[in-house]
């Protein structure tokens, strides 16, 4: 199935000079490394930033790791290295990932050490039909697709595809009835549970 959900070009541009947090950029990058149009469209945005500056006058580089690419395992924590699995994005190598734990029936969710992240950034896995709650967020919710689908009122979701949801969004994931589903996720504030159900459920809600 062709990828039809892509970032926006705003996201991508920002991607490309290093403009966006860490836990942010890892997940685009996951989709990029999935997606051949993606990495078509950031090739396009970078000759055109490197035309600008060799126009402009030099300036000093600012110092300190580039996101993504130099990113590494913090120091003593209590994670494994990402395992190159089939499916597993190589992005993810440098990071570490934390155990497997469920979050509700047939939910199990994983963190990704991403060092110097504001973002929150984890890998969910759902059975097949499950239905999470309508909310929103207070901040970004990023996430690409590793396997299996989910919808949404915003459209439908498969392997590569990339969801960029903000606070004028909100949703009810459907996972895919046969395929399950697992992703990566950036997700900066809050959830917030829609629905009398929602404010019940709204304590016990911790990602």
């Known amino acids: 199935m062709s990828i039809l959900h892509r970032p926006s070009d705003e996201t991508l541009a920002a991607f490309a000079v290093g403009q966006l947090d860490e836990g942010l950029a890892v997940v685009v990058a996951c989709h990029i490394e999935a997606d051949q149009e993606s990495r078509g469209r950031l090739r396009e945005l970078r000759a055109v930033q490197g035309a600008l500056l060799d126009a402009a006058e030099p300036v000093a580089m600012a110092s300190g790791p580039s996101p993504v690419a130099t990113a590494a395992r913090p120091e003593g924590a209590s994670v494994e290295a990402a395992p190159m699995s089939e ?16 979050i509700g029936i047939r939910i199990a969710m994983r963190r990704v050490e991403v060092p110097g992240a504001d973002a929150r950034v984890f890998m969910l896995r759902a059975g097949p039909g499950i239905s999470l709650p309508h909310h929103k967020h207070t901040g970004f919710e990023w996430t690409t697709i590793l396997a299996g689908a989910y919808e949404h009122e915003y459209g439908r979701y498969a392997a ?13 994931p459907r996972v895919d009835p046969v395929e399950g589903c697992t992703c990566i996720v950036a997700m900066t504030g809050s959830v917030q549970l829609q629905g009398w159900l929602g404010r019940l459920l709204q304590p016990l809600v911790r990602f």
């Open 87 to 102: 499916g597993m994005p190589k992005v993810l190598r440098p990071y570490g990932l934390g155990p497997w734990r469920p």
């Open 160 to 172: 590569g595809d990339f969801d960029e949801a903000d606070a004028e969004h909100d949703h009810t």
